[in-house]
């Protein structure tokens, strides 16, 4: 049996739904 | 000495690789241009499932652009499909089945033991390794909200036009025509011609679809009862509305085929096991007025039994069904001022809202409880439909 205390893991940050859509915009406006 | 390797057949782990360069196409293949007609026959919510399995090996390889990038494209694809198709009841359904079904995912395989209590010894291996994303549980929480709200959005814009003619102005019981009021001829807007005209029946076949579209793409039970119950709210409020303002449906007969035609909602709920939705009471104002119309209008009695029946209208909405109320022929009589005024006294202590209409496009706030899956990633088949061929099962 494995006891082995898991690694903690790595907060990924995330931007916000409305700061997503906004990256997405710019992307979108960029691409030709 | 003769040694005989054995080879072990490679044993799927539950998860999906690919190369970055193929995340557009994914994203493309298995969200924005998918039809959900394609998955037919196949597990509920698989999108959620096969993209569940890339972050998985992405979060496997401690690759944490990968997952990021996989993780945005996957929204900003939802987001664009959904702003496409935002009158397709279907296509809303199913990206809202899918992302709660990605969103509960991320929490049945986050590690967090609070998700795990239901997981099987396999499933436990298929939890995430190295990240934590809670972050992105927020967004993908907030972008379900989104979708429900686009869902019931549609869902109301089918039903709304039928309710004034199916709930108040159609005739089902037999013989109930001949007792209309008389000297009010029906709206030529929603009866003469029968093009507007709505039957009970129309609303319910409505709602069956409605009921089949999201119990075949696997929506949560929890979520499809919500739905219901807001679809309930706004049956009731816009029909009550349309009472309040309207003198040829304020009679005893219209209270009569109202209260009928309630009580069938009432059994097509049970029917689908969805009485404990809320949706019922929700309908309780319209109820009341029913009963309001049907209740004899005379003695201080009868204002007594008023008051103590219809607890779910305001005292402004009784006066108002009173006052518009028709009795329908020369032997029913008008209700009195002096009976309104005995009803107004008796409510006079009440807290009422002060607007006379109900507000039908008020939303209740909508929940998506945890809903763990049974489903073990490694049985998920991937049909070759999908055209993921690319994708390298780990």
Known sequence: T?????????????PTLAEMEEMNISEEEESP | RQVTVQRKEKDFQGMLEYSKEDEPLLVRNLVTDLKPQALSGTVPCLPAYILYMCIRHADYV?????????????????????????????????????????????????????????NTPKQNEHCLK????????????D??????????????????????????????IQGLSGVKPTGYRKRSSSMVDGDNSYSLDAIVRQMNSFHSVMCDQGLDPEIIQQVFKQLFYM???????????????????????????????EEWLR??????????ETMEPLIHAAQLLQLKKKTP???????????????????????????????????????????QAQLQDRNDPQQLLLDFKHMFPVLFPFNPSSLTMDS???????????????
């Open chain 2, 143 to 172: 972008l379900s909200i989104q979708i429900y709200q686009q869902l019931i959005k549609i869902a109301e814009g089918m039903l709304q036009p039928m309710i004034v003619s199916a709930m108040l102005e159609n005739e089902s």
């Open chain 1, 2 to 14: 494995s006891h082995r205390p898991p690694r903690p893991r790595v907060l990924l940050k995330a």
């Open chain 2, 62 to 118: 401690n690759d944490d652009l990968k997952v990021h990038s996989l993780l945005t494209s996957t929204i900003n694809g939802i987001k664009k499909v959904l702003k496409k198709h935002n009158d397709d009841f279907e296509m809303t359904s199913f990206w809202l089945s899918n992302t709660c079904r990605l969103l509960h995912c991320l929490k049945q395989y986050s590690g967090d033991e609070g998700f795990m209590t239901q």
């Open chain 2, 271 to 280: 029917g689908k096991n969805l009485h404990q939705s809320g949706a019922a």
């Open chain 2, 301 to 343: 009695e009868d204002a007594e039994a008023i008051c103590t029946l219809c607890t779910s209208l305001s005292t402004q909405q009784i006066v108002k069904i009173l006052n518009l109320y028709t009795p329908l022929n020369e032997f029913e009589e008008r209700v009195t001022v002096a009976f309104i005024r005995t009803i």
């Open chain 2, 380 to 394: 998920i088949h991937i049909p070759a439909a999908l055209n993921l061929e690319f994708l390298n099962e780990v």
């Open chain 2, 235 to 265: 049956i009731n409020a816009v029909a009550l509305n349309n009472l309040l303002l309207r003198k040829d449906v304020c009679s005893w007969s219209t209270g009569m085929q109202l209260r009928y035609n309630i009580s069938q909602l």
């Open chain 2, 130 to 141: 190295n990240f934590d994303l809670t972050e992105y549980r927020q967004v993908l929480s």
